[in-house]
């Protein structure tokens, strides 16, 4: 039996990516639809500058409920709605709007982002960046996809020649900390990036649109799913020293670039608060 297919649990992957593809679009042509010119602020989080809209919590709740019609024993972990235990390997981990303030303001980018789990490992990815139409979709072995073209991170970009690609926290501690070193952290290469959206960020090492991408502060839910696309493009994913992506930390490029951004991170300190 192929190892990405576990039919003794009814799982296959192809299935689930398929499934996850349909219901990202979908997810995204009812915010699309839904979208005010301006919309307002539902509740605040972590704090009053990390926002939450009433169409985030519609979205997931859309993406749930497709979740439960065509495989109702899974379990899934959604930003906005926690995690909902299932009875069987798989899980999806679900962020409705990874670009929430993007979403807010009208700036197009933002993205439905799922992935999916088997027996704890991300199986199947989908980032669908809503407004620019485009649909990034891997999965484990398969690679990873763009409107019918396999994608391919960059490859021989020496530090110094990298468009990194990088996002702040909520906090103003955090964000103070942050801002040090990027500071440090733009005399060294080519430019900096901004997007706004950690699953866009790395859609974007994996498309070749950046050489690289950090972060303080993401969530599983953030990277989950272009975390995999990025890795099926040729990049290396991973946290500092050793450690695997948490929030902490979440590094990606392709290998040899990876190695020389987490040398010039790790005196900065950049896990700090």
């Excluded at 900390?177 to 866009?200: F, H, K, L, T, Y």
Aim: hydrophobic content about 40%; aromatic content about 4%.
């Amino acid at each position: 039996m192929d190892e990405r297919e576990r039919q003794d649990d009814g799982v296959r992957e192809e299935e689930l990516l398929e499934l996850a593809a349909r219901i990202a679009e979908e997810a995204g042509q009812m915010l699309l639809a839904k979208r005010p010119a301006r919309p307002e602020v539902l509740a605040t989080k972590s704090s009053p500058t990390d926002v939450v809209t009433a169409l985030d919590r519609a979205a997931e709740e859309l993406i749930r409920a497709r979740i439960a019609e065509a495989r109702p024993g899974d379990a899934v972990l959604g930003e906005e709605g926690g995690d909902t235990p299932g009875e069987g390997v798989v899980r999806w981990v679900v962020d409705p709007i990874d670009g929430t303030v993007n979403f807010l303001y009208g700036v197009p980018d933002w993205a439905v982002s799922i992935g999916v789990e088997v027996d704890g490992e991300i199986v199947a990815g989908v980032v669908n960046n809503v407004p620019r139409g485009e649909l990034f979709t891997a999965r484990r072995g398969g690679g990873a996809w763009l409107r019918g073209e396999r994608l391919r991170c960059n490859t021989g970009v020496p530090l110094d020649r990298a468009l990194v690609a990088t996002g702040f926290g909520y906090g103003a501690a955090r964000r103070r900390v942050q801002a040090e070193v990027v500071a440090q952290v733009v005399p060294r290469v080519r430019d900096i990036r901004r997007g706004g959206s950690c699953a866009i960020d790395l859609c974007s090492v994996a498309a070749g649109r950046v050489d690289a991408y950090y972060e303080r502060g993401a969530n599983y839910w953030d990277h989950a799913a272009g975390g995999l696309v990025a890795t099926e493009a040729g990049a290396r994913l991973g946290g500092l020293n050793g450690r695997p992506v948490s929030p902490d930390m979440v590094l990606c490029a392709a290998p040899g670039l990876f190695e020389e951004l987490h040398d010039l991170l790790v005196p900065l300190d950049p896990e700090r608060d």
